[in-house]
C-alpha cells in the first residue's frame, strides 16, 4: 500500500496568516540602532561583552546559534588593556572574527578613532567580518563635526548587524511557536465563524483547524492545563487575554494596522489583538518559546509591557485600595 500523502491544509486568510507568520521576527529596531527589525529570530545574535563574560553557560550554548553570533565589546573594555587580543583570547574571542568594538558616543569616536588606527568597519555576519569595528554614533548639535556616524552593516538590506540576545528562537521553536500561535486562534469562540468571513469556506476552516489541532499534537504541544496556568485560555478552553483575561474575538486578529511603536491608530470597531509574552522579554532568559505566548488585547499589552502581568497586576490593586482608602470607591 502506498504510504497516503499528508493532507494539505487549506489557506488561512491573508491576514490571519501574516500575523501568525510574523511572531517569528523581531520588531521594533530603526535604521540607526546596530539592530536588524523584521528579519527571522534565528538570525546571527549580538552579544555584549560584558555579558559574554560573566555567562559560562551563554559561551557554552553559543555553538547552537544557527547563524552564529558577534560579540560587541565596548570601546574603553577594549582600549583598557595593555594586550587586548590575549584578554579576548582567554574568552574565546578574536577581533574581527567574532568579536567587534562597537562605538555609540562621541566621545568614544573621538578618543580612539578607528580610522586613525587604519581600522575597516565590518559588513559580513559570518567570520570573518570583514573589519574590527562597527559604529551607531547619534548626531550632536554642539560642534561642526557631528553628523551622526553608522559605520557597518548600514548599507545592506536588512540594515543592522543582527538580533538582541533575547530575541533569538532556533527555526524549530519559531515553528513551533507559530503551531501553537494558530491553534490559540482557533480556540477563540467564534473563530470558524470569522474565518468564514474573512474568505474561507466552512469545510476549508474546519478542516484547517482540525489538521492544525493535529499537528500540535504530534509536535508534543497544545497541553491545556498548561495553557490554562499560562492564562493563554480559559476553564473552557477558549482563547483569552492573559492580562484582563476576557475571551478573545477571532475578529480582532484581523487587521491592517502596522504595530510600529508610536504609530497605532485607535480603532474603535475592533479590539486589536497582538502577540502576548506572558514572561516580559529580558536578557538572559529566551523567552520565545511556545507556553511564554499567546494572544491578547493591543491596549492590554501596552499596559503590561516590560513590567511583566502579576506586578502590573498588584500595581492596580495598590490604586485601588488606595482609591478605596481615601474614600474614593470604584464602583
Ligand atoms: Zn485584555
Redesign the pocket.
Known amino acids: 500500500m502506498n504510504a497516503k500523502k499528508k493532507e494539505k491544509a487549506p489557506a488561512l486568510p491573508a491576514l490571519l496568516n501574516r500575523k501568525i507568520s510574523k511572531t517569528g521576527q523581531t520588531r521594533g529596531a530603526d535604521d540607526d540602532v546596530i539592530y536588524q527589525n523584521r528579519v527571522n529570530r534565528c538570525n546571527t545574535v549580538l552579544i555584549p561583552f560584558h555579558q559574554w563574560k560573566k555567562d559560562s553557560e551563554l559561551r557554552k550554548i553559543s555553538s547552537n546559534f544557527e547563524n552564529g553570533f558577534i560579540v560587541l565589546i565596548q570601546p574603553q573594555d577594549y582600549f583598557s588593556q595593555s594586550d587586548p587580543t590575549q584578554m579576548l583570547s582567554q574568552y574565546a574571542l578574536e577581533l574581527g572574527e567574532n568579536c567587534l568594538v562597537f562605538y555609540e558616543t562621541r566621545h568614544d569616536w573621538n578618543t580612539h578613532n578607528p580610522q586613525s588606527l587604519g581600522w575597516e568597519c565590518a559588513n559580513n555576519r559570518n567570520a570573518p567580518l570583514g573589519g574590527n569595528y562597527v559604529a551607531r554614533v547619534p548626531a550632536t548639535t554642539a560642534s561642526h563635526d557631528s553628523g551622526k556616524i553608522n559605520h557597518g552593516y548600514a548599507s545592506q538590506s536588512p540594515k543592522g548587524a543582527g538580533i538582541r540576545l533575547y530575541e533569538y528562537a532556533s527555526s524549530d521553536t519559531i515553528n513551533n511557536c507559530r503551531s501553537q500561535l494558530e491553534a490559540i486562534y482557533w480556540l477563540c469562540f467564534d473563530s470558524v465563524e470569522v474565518a468564514i468571513k474573512y474568505g474561507m469556506t466552512k469545510e476549508g476552516a474546519e478542516k484547517r483547524r482540525e489538521l492544525c489541532f493535529k499537528k500540535c499534537e504530534e509536535l508534543g504541544l497544545l497541553d491545556y492545563e498548561r495553557l490554562f496556568q499560562q492564562r493563554i485560555i480559559n476553564k473552557k478552553h477558549r482563547t483569552i487575554?492573559?492580562?484582563?483575561?476576557?475571551e478573545l474575538s477571532g475578529n480582532g486578529f484581523y487587521n491592517r494596522l502596522e504595530q510600529a511603536e508610536g504609530r497605532e491608530v485607535p480603532d474603535l470597531t475592533v479590539t486589536q489583538i497582538n502577540l502576548f509574552h506572558i514572561d516580559e522579554l529580558k536578557y538572559g532568559e529566551f523567552n520565545h518559546r511556545p507556553y511564554n505566548l499567546g494572544w491578547?488585547?493591543h491596549?492590554?499589552n501596552v499596559v503590561v509591557k516590560d513590567s511583566g502581568i502579576y506586578p502590573t497586576l498588584h500595581w492596580i490593586k495598590e490604586i485601588l485600595d488606595r482609591n478605596s482608602e481615601n474614600g474614593y470607591e470604584v464602583k
Open positions: 487575554c492573559p492580562f484582563c483575561l476576557k491578547g488585547h491596549h492590554c
